[in-house]
């Protein structure tokens, strides 16, 4: 298995458009810094699905030790991936050396981003995430009935709002740092469980009481909302904060993905 040294493995990951062909060993990737690390057990390699006729590029993050049959689907801010990979890389790692497999799409493939955005570009990019949680219910290991999928900022918002969507087959629903109705509220309705992260290292737009809005319209088109305000007080999206950001999205995945009686797949 190829092995990328850090500067390499740095421009790769940032650059998603370069997506070496070879699936390489996160091994070399720097540690997500977190006092709950564990070892890297993990490879990322390059995938792609189709999605509104366009081939949707993404890195996938794979377990090498048992896999525990679940996926997440993890979406990029309105920044992109280009910008957003760095942050995600190690976590997504973190996830994948605890038996998850994990997708980071470049959904903007799907239909490119321009501001301001509309309906139809929202509605494009949800139906976006649909496919990626499809794409990962047909890898071996994966149960399609435990695809999750997570999202940051906009990403966020495109993974609950469009998660509510009878079209989409995802289990669980994560938003981070998102909130404000941006698309037609109360379209469709569909039960399932969600979560929505917030903290002090956000977009001025966002706030808790606009996330505590974007939960009220969640719960009223069928979803069990969790709420999750962070502890960090740190006014930036710091290490620390993402280490806390995940810990409660394993915790959430854990809990409604990871059934105590299932068996982890080989």
Known sequence: MTRLPNLV?????????????????????APAGCSDDVPQRATRGNTEFISNSQTVRALIYKPTGPANGAAVVLLHSSEGLTIDAHSFDPHAIQL???????????????????????????RLWEEAGHDAVAYMGTLEGVDPA??????????????????????STARVAIGVAT?????????????????????????????????????ADLRRRGGTVEVQMLMSRDPSMTGAVWCEVF????????????????????
């Open 96 to 122: 994948a050396a605890r038996g998850y497999h994990v997708l980071v799409p470049n959904y903007f493939e799907a239909r490119a981003r321009k501001v301001p955005w509309n309906g139809r570009d929202v």
């Open 247 to 266: 810990q409660h999205t394993r915790r959430f995945l854990d809990t409604h993905l990871l059934p105590a009686a299932a068996a982890p797949v080989a």
């Open 179 to 215: 909130g404000e109705d941006i698309f037609e509220p109360s379209r469709t309705r569909r039960e399932l469980p969600m979560l929505l992260i917030e903290g002090y290292s956000t977009f001025p737009v966002i706030s808790s009481a606009t996330m505590r809005e974007l939960a």
């Open 9 to 29: 493995l740095a421009a790769a990951i940032a650059a998603v458009a370069l997506f070496c062909a070879s699936e390489v060993s996160a091994q070399a990737a």
């Open 146 to 167: 435990r695809v999750g999928i997570w999202g940051f900022s906009l990403g966020g918002f495109v993974a609950t709002d469009g998660s509510a969507h009878p079209d």
